[in-house]
């Protein structure tokens, strides 16, 4: 089946501008996380949702970042006034539930989106 | 929040080798899943292991909640297992974000 997908795949872009990168998650899980990975670096939790429920914005690291999810499914974040310190390669996960007494609360991740700013 | 820390950073083996990676968490968790990323950059999951032992094929993994720790078990290592493995921990019920480890790096040498 379809895994998740991520647009575009690379992006690269002049500091200052705005950038929207997409996530499409595996249909029908319920949870979406953003997280950003700098070169050779772990991962950092950015934001995630669950459901209808508000999104956990705690990881966002300033007030240029943003995302949103439309119908309970794709999700974009955007990036306003972008900087050279935001290069990194931003990734998307899924999974079925946020809880485990509900389901599956295992992640899949997308390809990630490889983000240049010069 | 939850800290999340892998031992050792960095391990390099030859081919054959077997190895064991740490991960240690600060607080009670009943999420914990274990990824590798390949050279790609493409995330996979390996486990989801909140408690106990699993196994699948030359990867296992052990995970003790009330000490706070899991361990990845990789037996007959294979170039192809190279890569950087992470441990990502939650607390679900609580509806608490997945934080990742900063990852132990192998290279397995032919």
């Known amino acids: 089946g379809a895994g998740v997908s991520q647009s575009p795949s690379n992006k690269v872009t002049e500091k200052g501008k705005d950038v929207e990168l997409r996530c499409d998650p595996i249909?029908?899980?319920?949870?979406l996380y953003w997280y950003r990975q700098s070169l050779g670096q772990g991962l950092e939790f950015l934001i995630y949702?669950?459901?209808?429920?508000?999104?956990?914005k705690s990881g966002l690291p300033s007030d240029r970042f943003s995302a949103e999810r439309t119908g309970g499914s794709v999700s974009t974040l955007t990036i306003q006034r972008t900087q050279q310190e935001d290069s990194a390669v931003y990734l998307c996960?899924?999974?079925?539930?946020?809880?485990?007494?509900?389901?599956?609360?295992?992640?899949?991740f997308g390809p990630g989106t490889r983000l240049t700013v010069l | 929040g939850i800290q999340v820390e892998q031992s050792p950073p960095d391990l390099i083996l030859q081919e054959g080798a077997n190895s064991t990676l740490r991960c240690n968490f600060s607080?009670?968790?009943?999420?914990l899943q274990w990824f590798h990323q390949n050279p790609w950059g493409q995330l996979i999951n390996l486990f989801y292991?909140?408690?106990g032992t699993k196994q699948n094929g030359r990867l296992s993994a052990t995970t003790v909640a009330t000490e706070r720790y899991s361990l990845l078990y990789i037996s007959s290592s294979q170039t192809t297992d190279s890569g950087v493995y992470f441990c990502?921990?939650?607390?679900?019920?609580?509806?608490?974000?997945?934080?990742f480890g900063k990852g132990t790096r192998l290279h397995i040498l032919p």
């Open positions: 292991i909140p408690s």
């Open positions: 990502a921990v939650g607390r679900m019920n609580r509806d608490d974000k997945i934080i």
């Open positions: 996960a899924s999974s079925l539930a946020i809880s485990r007494v509900t389901g599956d609360v295992r992640q899949y």
């Open positions: 949702f669950q459901g209808n429920s508000a999104p956990d």
């Open positions: 249909s029908g899980h319920t949870a």
């Open positions: 607080d009670s968790v009943n999420n």
